[in-house]
């Protein structure tokens, strides 16, 4: 299999997630604890909004046929015969000639139809003068039902709860929601020389920096990290530990071991589980070595598939092939509509000149932000050999420089995959 144009490898992946649409599980999660989960299923309220007509300002509830006439010459005088603050139920039934003192929010007694805004009125003890005519019947009055009626569609299901969201199912009691099960996402470590960070390194070791760095990324786009650890460069070892992640997952992440050399196992080990292999590697830089598997399993009742990414070792490449590739594929699968799933890319103007070898896609990682509303790019400092993890901190967006192009002069427009996590 060839190496694939990162364009086509990127489309292929998200079809892969399309199949996989069918499994996705859902659980009832409390309103408290909502925020950042995807609505499973449409929600609908018992409640109206507004619950009651009330007063949109502080004045005083009339009848229309009383003071459609009047004017500052000529004020209709109402007797004053309720208060109505906010909170309080209305005893009175307004009659001809009688008004009721209202506040903002405040139900509307019976018998008023109508409410004048206290700036046009004068107090005079239990009598109030109104001093200018309203326009409409009904003026300042905010009917019950008139932003929502109880029964009907209130949110969509595929929609992310943020405040917002969290405000509106709050107020409309709606406290117990269907949402989709958070993706469960394993993640391994493979090669001989990878410790754990609180180990003393012995020559020739390697701290496992990607589980760390994957747990983080799976977390940040809506999964839940399963980290499985490190497994040696032993073939038995490896295919155990693959079944077990492939049994336990929606999604595995494994790195490393996925090159040429004489320890890299993975490939074959997915083919000898009955894995179907969809990529074996992406024209871009860094990053190439990029594997991508399904497999479908016969589970008790359903039949499920996962998607297995088996992501190169070096540490930057982890990362950046999951930004680019896994990133957009693990919002979807949580259930995230298109609009949130997609890749970003942002035109930017660039500060420094872009180089590259013009074979395959080339990412340079740096800051993206904003001037003037305008993006730039400020590509990171230092060395951009994917051996180089620690320039990798505080990135906010890859430069793309395209196949066939070996240099981007600074100032010129580019293109930037926006990183948020
Ligand atoms: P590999 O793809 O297994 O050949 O690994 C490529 C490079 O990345 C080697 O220098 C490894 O030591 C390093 N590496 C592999 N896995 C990890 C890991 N989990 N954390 C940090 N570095 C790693
Ligand atoms: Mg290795």
């Known amino acids: 299999m060839a190496m694939l144009p990162a364009k086509q490898a990127e489309e292929l992946i998200l079809g892969l997630i399309q199949l996989l649409d069918a499994n996705r599980v859902t659980e009832v ?11 499973a299923a449409p929600v609908t309220s018992q409640l109206d909004f507004p619950h009651w007509d009330n007063s949109a300002m502080d004045g005083y509830a009339v009848r229309f046929a009383d003071v459609q006439h009047c004017n500052a010459q000529q004020p209709a005088e109402l007797t004053v015969v309720e208060e109505i603050p ?10 001809s000639g009688q008004a009721a003192r209202i506040l903002t929010g405040a139900v509307m007694p019976a018998g008023a139809d109508t409410v004048i805004m206290q700036e046009q009125t004068r107090r005079e003890g239990d009598r109030v003068l109104i001093l200018a005519a309203p326009t409409d019947l009904g003026m300042f009055v905010r009917h019950r039902a008139a932003f929502y009626q109880a029964g009907t569609p209130l949110l969509p ?3 992310q709860l943020n405040a917002a969201e969290i405000a509106v199912l709050a107020a409309a009691q709606c406290t117990q929601l269907s949402v989709y099960r958070r993706p469960r996402v394993a993640i391994l470590s493979t090669g001989n020389e990878l410790v754990m ?3 003393i390194l012995q020559a020739g070791q390697i701290v496992d920096s990607n589980q760390y760095a994957l747990a983080a990324f799976v977390a940040q786009n809506g999964g839940v990290p399963l980290p499985l650890g490190i497994v040696a460069d032993e073939p038995e070892a490896l295919k155990q530990a693959i079944a077990h992640a492939i049994e336990s997952a929606d999604m595995v992440l494994s790195t490393g071991g996925v090159s040429v050399g004489d320890y890299d196992y993975v490939e074959q080990i997915l083919e000898q589980l009955g894995g179907e292999i969809h990529i074996r590697a992406v024209a871009v830089k860094p990053g190439k070595p990029l594997t991508v598997a399904t497999f479908s399993q016969k589970q008790t009742d359903t039949q499920s598939s996962i998607v297995y990414f088996g992501l190169p070792g070096n540490p930057v490449s982890a990362l950046v092939s999951a930004w680019r590739f896994v990133q957009p594929a693990l919002k979807k699968l949580a259930g995230l509509p298109q609009s949130d799933w997609e890749p970003v890319f942002v035109k930017a103007r660039s500060h420094q000149d872009l180089r590259s070898d013009g074979k395959r896609e080339t990412y340079l990682w740096g800051r993206l932000y904003r001037v003037d509303g305008l993006y730039e790019f400020e590509v990171a400092g230092g060395s951009h050999s994917s051996g180089n993890l620690i320039n990798l901190a505080q990135t906010t967006g890859l430069a793309v420089v395209p196949v066939g192009q070996t240099l981007i002069p600074a100032g010129e427009l580019i293109q930037v995959l926006q990183i948020n996590s």
Do not use: H, K, M, N
């Not at 999660?29 to 609505?39: F, N, P």
């Open 86 to 95: 906010a909170g309080y139920q209305p005893q009175c039934l307004i009659q």
């Open 157 to 159: 299901a595929g929609i």
């Open 197 to 199: 960070p609180e180990q």
């Open 29 to 39: 999660v409390d309103l408290s604890t909502a925020v950042g989960r995807i609505l």
